[in-house]
């Protein structure tokens, strides 16, 4: 017998690991529990950089081809091309400024209102989380994450002057401002020692999850500046100037709803149930803006159309920019609710009433819009979906929004929109003066009679002769 079991005694000597089976009732080990939470964090870490690297091809779809397409089928169709290259130009544009110096003046340390030059050139922006921004991503995600916001930013603001900016003068504007009044508004809002930071500590805490001031107020504004320096089109508001394509508008809005939900679920930062709430809330306000618009639109002209219904969606979904994060589902469908009323109320009558020339009405739904949504996001804001502001001595969340108790919030809010306004109007102004003055902004009636597309960039959307 000992000479039988002889050979499988040499072999559990030779390997104790398996002669010994592991108790599952010992004790973990020290280095077995540093092992698990290893695993565990790379397991987080890697399901959310997943997340924000799809949020941010998301982002990134609604300017192109979701603006662009949006836009391009609500010109008419000489313009087409050319409306559609303000869009995409910014793609390009905007990249390479914001590898240079604009992430930096966003999102480095600096004073209140704006960053410094530490990430120029990105510098410092690695593989690494910074944990100021995103504790569980690589710097670079978050970065270019926030590149998509600044690409599409400026594009929206191609609504108010569509048919009758030089392209030029176009890319020469947008650069201008996204340094100026993009870079420092983000930056405040959300950039580290930011005056208008909720969560890293703003002076004047702003409840901002994902661009209501920084993108929509500040474009809206700025629309409504940029249609009034450079004045209506040739023959407005006489000669009728209809969409060309409400079908590739069509196609156009559902893109932006969806990439939207990269837009602010992304804004989470985290494949997390913040992201579920922020994703639910923003389709809940697009789809309720959807029908209180096509219903006020239903009221008012006897017919809801297509684009009443796309019009209101997006006017949802700028609406809720800002509170996605901060708002139960409830709330959300009655922010949207007000969105398409409210928005639709701005571009049928404040609109004539004035006589602007906003020509796929930017301001209208996107500065309207962005204003109305950051001061309900005062009232509406719990912190049982985002306790943003902390807890108290006893460990409970600090309330954030009127609801909660804090309608002080509302204040805040107030300001932040102010400082948005009064940025976007000034900034804007001085740099259309200054592209105005070197360049020349408009194109010539000859050109615009000819359209964007042959005397701007040589071609045709449609060529109807082959």
């Given at each position: 017998m000992g000479a039988l079991f002889a050979p499988l005694a040499a072999i559990a000597q030779a390997t104790p690991a398996l002669a010994v089976a592991p108790n599952p009732n010992a004790p973990a080990t020290q280095a077995q529990i540093a092992?698990?939470?290893?695993?565990?964090?790379?397991?987080?870490?890697?399901?959310d950089n997943a997340w924000m690297l799809t949020s941010a091809a998301l982002v990134l779809m609604m300017t192109g081809p979701g603006l662009a397409l949006f836009y391009g089928g609500l010109v008419r169709r000489k313009n087409v091309l050319g409306t559609m290259m303000q869009s995409f130009s910014m793609m390009g544009i905007v990249t390479i400024t914001w590898a240079v110096v604009s992430y930096s003046l966003a999102f480095g340390h600096g004073s209140s209102f704006i960053g410094g030059f530490e990430h120029v050139f990105l510098k410092g922006v690695d593989l690494a989380p910074n944990p100021d921004y995103g504790a569980t991503v690589p710097h670079q995600t978050y970065m270019v994450y926030q590149l998509m916001f600044a690409i599409i930013t400026p594009a929206l603001i191609g609504g108010a002057f569509a048919e009758r900016m030089k392209f030029s003068a176009m890319a020469l504007f947008f650069i201008l401002w996204s340094l100026f009044v993009y870079d420092?508004?983000?930056?405040?809002?959300?950039?580290?020692?930011?005056?208008?930071?909720?969560?890293?500590?703003?002076?004047?805490?702003?409840?901002?999850?994902a661009g209501g001031t920084v993108v929509h107020v500040t474009s809206g504004v700025s629309s409504l500046v940029a249609a009034l320096?450079?004045?209506?089109?040739?023959?407005?508001?006489?000669?009728?100037?209809?969409?060309?394509?409400?079908?590739?508008?069509?196609?156009?809005a559902c893109l932006l709803w969806v990439g939207w939900f990269g837009f602010n679920a992304g804004s989470a930062v985290a494949a997390s149930s913040l992201a579920t709430s922020a994703f639910v809330a923003t389709h809940f306000a697009a789809a309720a803006a959807?029908?209180?618009?096509?219903?006020?639109?239903?009221?008012?002209?006897?017919?809801?159309?297509?684009?009443?219904?796309?019009?209101?969606?997006?006017?949802?979904?700028?609406?809720?920019?800002?509170?996605?994060?901060?708002?139960?589902?409830i709330p959300a469908?009655?922010?949207?609710?007000?969105?398409?009323?409210?928005?639709f109320f701005m571009v049928i009558k404040v609109k004539s009433i004035f006589g602007y020339d906003d020509s796929l009405d930017a301001f209208g739904v996107h500065?309207?819009?962005?204003?109305?949504g950051a001061l309900l996001?005062?009232?509406?804001?719990?912190?049982?979906?985002?306790?943003?502001?902390?807890?108290?001595?006893?460990?409970?969340?600090?309330?954030?929004?009127?609801?909660?108790?804090?309608?002080?919030?509302?204040?805040?809010?107030?300001?932040?929109?102010?400082?948005?306004w009064g940025l976007s109007i000034v900034g804007t102004l001085v740099i259309l003066f200054v592209v105005d003055k070197t360049i020349g902004l408009r194109l010539s009636p000859e050109d615009?009679?000819?359209?964007?597309?042959?005397?701007?960039?040589?071609?045709e959307g449609y060529d109807f002769n082959k």
């Open positions: 092992d698990l939470k290893q695993a565990v964090t790379a397991a987080q870490s890697a399901g420092p508004m983000a930056h405040m809002v959300w950039g580290t020692g930011g005056l208008l930071n909720a969560a890293l500590g703003g002076k004047i805490p702003c409840l901002d999850f320096y450079i004045g209506k089109r040739i023959g407005y508001p006489k000669t009728a100037m209809p969409p060309h394509s409400l079908v590739i508008s069509f196609i156009g959807a029908v209180s618009w096509s219903v006020a639109e239903w009221i008012h002209n006897g017919k809801p159309t297509a684009l009443g219904a796309i019009s209101g969606a997006v006017a949802g979904l700028v609406v809720i920019t800002p509170a996605s994060g901060f708002v139960k589902p469908l009655a922010l949207g609710l007000i969105a398409g009323a409210f928005c500065g309207a819009g962005g204003t109305i996001t005062g009232v509406f804001a719990t912190s049982a979906i985002n306790p943003i502001l902390g807890k108290d001595a006893q460990g409970n969340p600090l309330p954030i929004g009127g609801m909660d108790g804090n309608w002080h919030q509302i204040l805040n809010q107030a300001t932040g929109v102010a400082i948005a615009e009679n000819e359209g964007l597309d042959l005397s701007q960039h040589g071609e």
